[in-house]
């Protein structure tokens, strides 16, 4: 499979406030559980205390999150366009000024991919505060970017990152599916004005095109459905402590702690540059 004017993109560790630093020698302790996951002692969830992981409960889907997708031969990340093109204000075919994009990442594997820029990055959070499980809106996630955009897909399909505000067409449903892998995910939403689910996908690699897009299409979830979603490991091993809002792998009724929102604020404030919303708690 051939890609002519795919982007290639060095993969840098985009750092957060608060994340630890490596040091030149590995300390006993990390030896220790090291040593200990080998033997079967010790999961690897437990271990991780920076860099980011596969989602794997829906409460990991709010804050920091990268969205990945693997072909035959690349591991792409969801994007916008660089802040220089942004700045520029360079538009995409749509005339939209936040084109959501593939980048192609070099030199990694899908475990090993990181955010090398904040475009890649998008804070997500629960569109609603319900409380029902039976509620449709209640597995609802809104992501923001970096630039206070959401993301969103219309009618026809087209998928970008513009909107200043939450509304139907920047509500996404998640549906894990751990079946298909680790952090593996699809992302669905349906437009007012039509009957049937739409789901964020990428353009079928077999369909000849040079250049991987993402579109959200009515249809079933397949190959070019399935995208691998990570979350920073230090928040998610923060939510599986004892006394956390995470039971079952369901929210909890109630809020999270003040050190999970402090975490989550600290990590949002890298994020948005640009002037905060005060109606947003990840920008207070």
Known sequence: MEYQSVKINKVKKLSFKGDKKNSAKPSKKSKTKKHKHDKGGTKQEDEAEDGWVPVTLPSDLEGPIAFYFRDDEYIYTLSLPPQEASKARILDDKGSEQAVQLVALNGTSLLEAEPAAVEQVFVGRKSVPATETTDPEYKMHSFKSYAGSYLSATRTGHV??????????EKWTPILLPERGEGAIALMIQPPGVSEDYFLSVNDPSSGSQKLSVAAKPTSIGFCQVFVAKCQAALRKQRRLPGS????????????SSTNDDGQRRAEALLDKRQKSKSDRYCK
């Open 160 to 169: 970008s990152c513009s909107a200043v505000a939450i509304g139907p067409l």
């Open 245 to 256: 809002a995470v039971e079952s792998g369901l929210y909890a009724a109630t809020q999270h």
